[in-house]
C-alpha cells in the first residue's frame, strides 16, 4: 500500500524558496502511469492544486502559480520535491501531496502546515 509523507521547514520568510519533500513508501514514483501532485489548502479556503511530475518525469503546473513553481524528483530516493518562490504571507497553507492518474487523486498524504512570516 502506497503511503506519502510530506517534509520541509514550517515556517518560511517573505521573499525567500519554499521547498517541501514528498517520501513515498509501497510503490515507486516511476511506475506507470502515475502523476504525483502537491496541492495546497490556505486557512479557511479551498484545494488549490499546484502541480505534477508524471511517472516519465514530465511536469504540468497551475497558470497561476507556473512562473514560481518547479517540482522535480529523486528516483534514488523515491522522492519528489516541490519549490515555490518568492512567497508571500498569500502562500500560508497546508501543503499536501498526492499520488494520482489522469484527471483524479487517489491517495493523500497527511499535509503539511507551511507559514510565509517574518
Known amino acids: 500500500q502506497v503511503q506519502l509523507q510530506e517534509s520541509g521547514p514550517g515556517l518560511v520568510k517573505p521573499s525567500q524558496t519554499l521547498s517541501l519533500t514528498c517520501t513515498v513508501s509501497?510503490?515507486?514514483?516511476?511506475?506507470?502511469?502515475?502523476?504525483w501532485s502537491w496541492i495546497r489548502q490556505p486557512p479557511g479556503k479551498g484545494l488549490e492544486w499546484i502541480g505534477y511530475?508524471?511517472?516519465?518525469?514530465?511536469?504540468y503546473y497551475s497558470p497561476s502559480l507556473k512562473s514560481r513553481t518547479s517540482i522535480s524528483r529523486d528516483t534514488s530516493k523515491n522522492q519528489f520535491t516541490l519549490q515555490l518562490s518568492s512567497v508571500t504571507p498569500e502562500d500560508t497553507a497546508v501543503y499536501f501531496c498526492?499520488?494520482?492518474?489522469?484527471?483524479?487523486?487517489?491517495?493523500w498524504g497527511q499535509g503539511t502546515l507551511v507559514t510565509v512570516s517574518s
Open positions: 511530475i508524471a511517472y516519465s518525469e514530465r511536469t
Open positions: 498526492a499520488r494520482g492518474g489522469w484527471g483524479y487523486l487517489e491517495v
Open positions: 509501497g510503490g515507486s514514483i516511476t511506475t506507470s502511469y502515475y502523476y
